[in-house]
């Protein structure tokens, strides 16, 4: 198993322009994530998706739109980039345990990340 | 948001020292998480804590998650090199949408 797979690892943007995110996994979990990490303020969520077709925003979602069209992938995409966007992101899935009742156990696991600069 | 306070930030210790840190928060959680960040890669799960009091060993790590479900601790015993990098706590507090909330993380440096 791969894993969590995100490309690209690095990319160089302008002002203005987009670009898409990618994010797989092949651990058939059901929970997908977005954070953004910046120096100093450890991991933020930006938008999680909880299935297949379903997304909801996260802690910093201005900015960003995602996608989960397939159940292993997750997209996140920037419309109109801004150098506050300049980051690394990091994708993570977790898996739903049988019987588990309300409470069910999250953990996550993460993407080697996308290095992000917008100039 | 949320908020976890993390400390120290950072640490500077000699090889086969003792390390501990923690996380305290304002809220109550179900869940606390210790993960571990190489430099250019993604954070790996470590620790995994589901019960108050409860603690949990993995190799020469040790994690606890506290009697009042606000804070946690991790140790790490007799320090190797390899134990360089930034240690993340991270707590579940909305059980539906399985959403952490990381602290600010712990740069552990060691000197050999």
């Known amino acids: 198993n791969a894993g969590v797979t995100q490309t690209p690892k690095f990319r160089v943007l302008k002002t203005g322009q987009s670009m898409t995110l990618l994010c797989a996994q092949d651990m058939n979990h059901e929970y997908m994530y977005w954070y953004r990490q910046d120096p100093g303020m450890g991991l933020r969520l930006i938008h999680y998706s909880v299935g297949e077709g379903t997304t909801a925003k996260g802690e910093v979602p201005d900015g960003y739109n995602v996608s989960r069209l397939k159940k292993q992938n997750f997209l996140l995409g920037l419309e109109s980039a801004a150098p506050s966007q300049t980051s690394v992101y990091f994708c993570a899935s977790s898996y739903l345990p049988a019987g588990q009742g309300v409470f069910r156990r999250n953990e996550q696991f993460f993407g080697p990340g996308t290095r992000l600069t917008v100039l | 948001g949320q908020q976890l306070n993390q400390s120290p930030q950072s640490m500077f210790i000699q090889e086969g020292e003792d390390v501990s840190m923690n996380c305290t928060s304002s809220?109550?959680?179900?869940?606390w998480l210790w993960y571990k960040q190489d430099p250019g890669e993604g954070p790996v799960l470590l620790i995994a804590l589901y019960k108050a009091g409860e603690l949990t060993s993995n190799g020469r790590l040790t994690a606890q998650f506290g009697i009042t479900r606000k804070d946690s601790f991790l140790n790490i015993s007799a320090s190797i090199p390899s134990d360089v990098g930034i240690y993340f706590c991270?707590?579940?507090?909305?059980?539906?949408?399985?959403?952490?909330?990381f602290g600010q993380g712990t740069r552990l440096t060691i000197n050999p």
């Open positions: 991270a707590g579940q507090l909305d059980q539906g949408a399985q959403k952490l909330v």
């Open positions: 809220s109550i959680f179900n869940t």
